[in-house]
């Protein structure tokens, strides 16, 4: 491979948005240096295209997540981590859309263009229900009893949490079409319906097998190991089945799926 200027043109901005996501605390400094890596590797396959459609997702999940703080408050508790992402969650998220620009940079097979998209847009769909969703002004259902659950919880469901999942789905497609692509409606529809669909899985899979503990001191239930400098139990699901790799299985699943719906 011949490195041009367009190439160190590419690392430096890769580099750059890196190194502002960690210093404007979206990032830890693992997850910095991991978005570097799965920056690089979206940027070798689809050059700053890749990179804008990634961009998105990174940017809307951040100010999201800075937004309307108010509403969420409480909820940082359930969860294992918090809103400064680290390493695995960016693999979780980054990590399947990098595996198929490496297949399409090695197949040059448009198919794994649709697959990266696609996990993409399931990434980006999940983080928009999951940030637009407490927004809700009463509890969310859970969708495995369809009782009134606390937000925050895995599996949870509400109305303007799904609108946003459906959105969050969309506008990748859409960016996708607007800047990578040729439109298409019926593809456009098919991306959008899948990337939300790997939302919907990441639901199920967070309601039914997803590890949860619960604080034998204060009874919070939570994703943490330890809670009120106590050891938690374990609850309900999987001890590995942790949010990152509920994340991850569900991007890599809508990869997959697109992959056998357009073969
Ligand atoms: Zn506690």
Redesign the pocket.
Known sequence: MIVGVKQIGLLIFIIFISIGGWRTKNLSLSGSLMALLVGCMIGYSYGMEGLLILGVFFLSSSIWSHLFKQGKIGMEERLAKSSVRDWQQVLANGGPAALFAFLYSVTGNDIWTFSFVTSIAAANSDTWASEIGPLSKGDPLSIRTFKRVPKGTSGAISFIGTVGALLGSAIISFVFFFILYPFDSKLFLLISCVGFLGNVIDTLLGAYWQLENQ?C??H?RTERKE??H?QTARIKGYSWLNNEWVNASSCLVAGVIIFFILI
Request: with cysteine; net charge neutral.
């Open positions: 604080c001191v204060c919070q809670h009120c106590q």
